[in-house]
T-cell receptor, first 112, second 110 residues
Framework: DQQVKQNSPSLSVQEGRISILNCDYT??????FLWYKKYPAEGPTFLIS???IKDKNEDGRFTVFLNKSAKHLSLHIVPSQPGDSAVYFC???????????WGLGTSLAVNP | DTEVTQTPKHLVMGMTNKKSLKCEQH?????MYWYKQKAKKPPELMFV???????INESVPSRFSPECPNSSLLNLHLHALQPEDSALYLC?????????FGSGTRLTVV
């Protein structure tokens, strides 16, 4: 049972436009959510996170929105740049549990 | 120092070889992890060490043997691997909910 779902395997966006990556979760015990970016043959790089007590967190071009009632979060990248092309993973964590639960990822292509 | 350092970056080994992967962090994180990742898939958790003690083993075959010599080091000993074990092996550390990943060891079993 996939507790963290990224329903779009891929997304293509024009440079300069907004990229919106979506993530849904089923476990209401999750209280911390993270987005990671991964280039081929490299480890995941932390992008941005959000605690369940917030509904928005912003860091430069990256903003994460959390809708707890819908169990949905989204990552907005604006403006998108070709260097943003990578696989983006959504992950969730509950309390002090050391185990991150990962989505399957969305491959973002930003076209010049 | 805000990094997790993994060595080697690439490793090719035969099915009868014994090798070790190494991971080091100096951020004072007391939880350290081994993950395995296949192309374009999310990382799969293998082991978790908390305060230098093994706290989670995700039913990993015994041909993978983790070791945590001290709070900064994490090793993964490999023996009698199979070709299907070829993957990117990632080390991570955390304090609270913040995780830092290394860049991984690309392992090929021939």
């Amino acid at each position: 049972d996939q507790q963290v779902k990224q329903n779009s395997p891929s997304l293509s966006v024009q440079e300069g436009r907004i990229s919106i990556l979506n993530c849904d979760y089923t476990n209401s015990m999750f209280d911390y959510f993270l987005w990671y970016k991964k280039y081929p043959a490299e480890g995941p790089t932390f992008l941005i996170s959000i605690s369940s007590i917030k509904d928005k967190n912003e860091d430069g071009r990256f903003t994460v929105f959390l809708n707890k009632s819908a169990k949905h979060l989204s990552l907005h990248i604006v403006p998108s740049q070709p260097g943003d092309s990578a696989v983006y993973f959504c992950a969730a964590n509950a309390g002090n549990n050391r185990k991150l639960i990962w989505g399957l990822g969305t491959s973002l292509a930003v076209n010049p | 120092d805000t990094e997790v350092t993994q060595t080697p970056k690439h490793l090719v080994m035969g099915m009868t070889n014994k090798k070790s992967l190494k991971c080091e962090q100096h951020m004072g994180h007391r939880a350290m992890y081994w993950y395995k990742q296949k192309a374009k898939k999310p990382p799969e958790l293998m082991f978790v060490y908390s305060y230098e003690k093994l706290s989670i083993n995700e039913s990993v075959p015994s041909r993978f043997s983790p070791e945590c010599p001290n709070s900064s080091l994490l090793n993964l000993h490999l023996h009698a691997l199979q070709p299907e074990d070829s993957a990117l092996y990632l080390c991570a550390s955390s304090r609270g909910a913040g995780y830092t990943f290394g860049s991984g060891t690309r392992l090929t079993v021939v």
